[in-house]
Structures are given as structure tokens and as C-alpha cells.
């Protein structure tokens, strides 16, 4: 089946340490996106790619880095310079930049301990 | 940046009751998006319009232009619906630049 994967589902971080989030997507879409949600927020776009070697900022991108070294693969890393990382991380595609049906994986809860 | 207001922010209705959310906008968008997040937390796009209505089985979503407005129905609501309803709009180019509703909770109860 075509879709979004996202590993893990839970995650526990102690203070300090680097962890990363895997997206995997086959549905041949050429962006995808990375998102957080806290509690009473609406999501925030952390970073977005819209083709691979390329990536944008976006809002809260400060203490996350990311890459896209293939088009089917967009992983998160979540920095110790990250002060609030405790949340709920959703990634998504879309077939282009613009204009498209957004689909999203499952998302992976991430506590930090 | 587009700022999106929804309302009610919860909501409970018995079985078979009819559902009205609303999304209020505050600049000119492209697309129009509704989201429903289930309880483990995945998204599942339902709508994303740009003018008039569309359907899909118990579902409808509407779009006001001019007043900067969406709502979204479901008809013969049933105990499955329950979940996040999140409303995300955007300006003319961009998926990155959607902004997203803080969502409503919709608890049907049999």
C-alpha cells in the first residue's frame, strides 16, 4: 500500500541527547514537511523539502535539522539545543509545492525524560 | 501570517444529530483544507476547496469567499466520527505557508 511511515511511534530522550525521527513515504510525492503539535496549538511547520539536496526552514526550526538525500526519505533530527522537545511530530507530502491534498503519516510522540 | 479561528473548540451531539463546524480565515487563500486527527493522533485529509462545496458520503464542506468563512457538516452523525477536526488554510502559493486551525473535538455519543 502506498503511504507514509513514521518510526518510531514513541520516543523517550534523555536531556542532551540527539534523537531522529524517520520518514519514509512511497507515494512518489516531491515535497514533504515536518511538523509539531503541542497541547491547544495548532501544527507548526518545523521544516519542509520540496526536492531532494534541498530544504527550507520553517517556523520553529530552531534545535531540528533534517535532510533529503532521497526523494523518499525525509528524517528529523531532534537537537539537544531543542529546549522544549517534548511534543507530537507529524510528517507530510504533498505531489507538488502547491494546490495538493496534504497526507500525513501516523506521527511519533516524543518525551523527554 | 494568516491566522484561523475555529469554533466550537469541543463539541458533543448524540448519534444522528447534525454536525456543524466553522473555520474563520483572516487573508486571501488558495485552498481551504479539513483534517480529521483520530485518537492515536494520525491525520486524514477529508476536503481541500478553494470555492463552493463538496461532498463526500455524510460529509460536506463549504467555502465563503468573500466572508472569509468555512464550514464543514456531517449528516447522521455516528459514534466513528468522533475525533479532532482541524481546518489548515493557505495563501496563493505554498503548501508550506498553510496555517492551521487549533482544531475542534467532536464526541458523538450513542
Known amino acids: 500500500d502506498g503511504g507514509i511511515t513514521q518510526s518510531p511511534k514513541y520516543l523517550f530522550r534523555k536531556e542532551g541527547q540527539n534523537v531522529t525521527l524517520s520518514c519514509e513515504q512511497n507515494?512518489?510525492?516531491?515535497?514533504m514537511y515536518w511538523y509539531r503539535q503541542d497541547p491547544g496549538q495548532g501544527l507548526r511547520l518545523i521544516y519542509y523539502?520540496?526536492?531532494?539536496?534541498?530544504?527550507q526552514k520553517g517556523d520553529i526550526a530552531e534545535g531540528y535539522s533534517v535532510s533529503r538525500e532521497k526523494k523518499e526519505s525525509f528524517p528529523l533530527t531532534v537537537t539537544s539545543a531543542q529546549k522544549n522537545p517534548t511534543a507530537f511530530y507529524l510528517c507530510?507530502?504533498?505531489?507538488?509545492?502547491?494546490?495538493?491534498?496534504?497526507?500525513f503519516g501516523e506521527g511519533s510522540w516524543l518525551t523527554v525524560v | 501570517k494568516n491566522e484561523v479561528e475555529q469554533s466550537p473548540q469541543n463539541l458533543t451531539a448524540q448519534e444522528g444529530e447534525f454536525i456543524t463546524i466553522n473555520c474563520s480565515y483572516s487573508?486571501?487563500?488558495?485552498?481551504l483544507h479539513w483534517l480529521q486527527q483520530h485518537p492515536g493522533g494520525g491525520i486524514v485529509s477529508l476536503f481541500m476547496?478553494?470555492?463552493g462545496k463538496k461532498k463526500h458520503g455524510r460529509l460536506i464542506a463549504t467555502i465563503n469567499i468573500q466572508e472569509k468563512h468555512s464550514s464543514l457538516h456531517i449528516t447522521a452523525s455516528h459514534p466513528r466520527d468522533s475525533a479532532v477536526y482541524i481546518c489548515?488554510?493557505?495563501?496563493?502559493?505554498?503548501?508550506?505557508?498553510?496555517?492551521f486551525g487549533t482544531g475542534t473535538r467532536l464526541t458523538i455519543i450513542p
Open positions: 476547496l478553494s470555492s
Open positions: 507530510a507530502t504533498t505531489p507538488q509545492r502547491s494546490g495538493n491534498t496534504i497526507y
Open positions: 507515494l512518489n510525492h516531491d515535497a
Open positions: 487573508v486571501g487563500i488558495s485552498a
Open positions: 523539502s520540496q526536492i531532494v539536496n534541498d530544504f
Open positions: 489548515a488554510a493557505g495563501p496563493n502559493f505554498g503548501n508550506e505557508k498553510l496555517t
